[in-house]
């Protein structure tokens, strides 16, 4: 397999919703992680469009858990990686 098959990013959009003269159509990113032995995906929603008379406006979604997700994940990366150093320098001078 090659590389160009085993990764695949997708973009889609769901069905478009109207109120009044506003219309609003959600967007998704799909990734897609294919090996012999099975397939890993991953989706979320990464935007809004909204339409008005006025014109269109494309209004990016912040995933604001993965953010703070990631944080803790590089604080205990960063804590237990400190930790370790304090032990070698501690076992050092004894």
């Avoid at 998704?28 to 909204?50: C, D, H, M, N």
């Amino acid at each position: 397999m090659r590389l160009g098959n085993m990764v695949e990013r997708q973009e889609s959009s769901s069905t478009p919703r109207t109120v009044g003269d506003v219309t609003i159509t959600p967007l998704a990113k799909s990734y897609v992680l294919r090996w012999p032995r099975g397939v890993v995906a991953w989706s979320g929603p990464s935007a809004v469009v909204v339409e008005r008379e006025e014109g269109t406006e494309h209004i990016p979604i912040v995933n604001v858990n993965r953010r703070i997700l990631w944080s803790i994940k590089a604080g205990t990366i960063a804590l237990i990686a400190s930790w370790i150093l304090h032990s070698r320098k501690r076992d050092r001078s004894c």
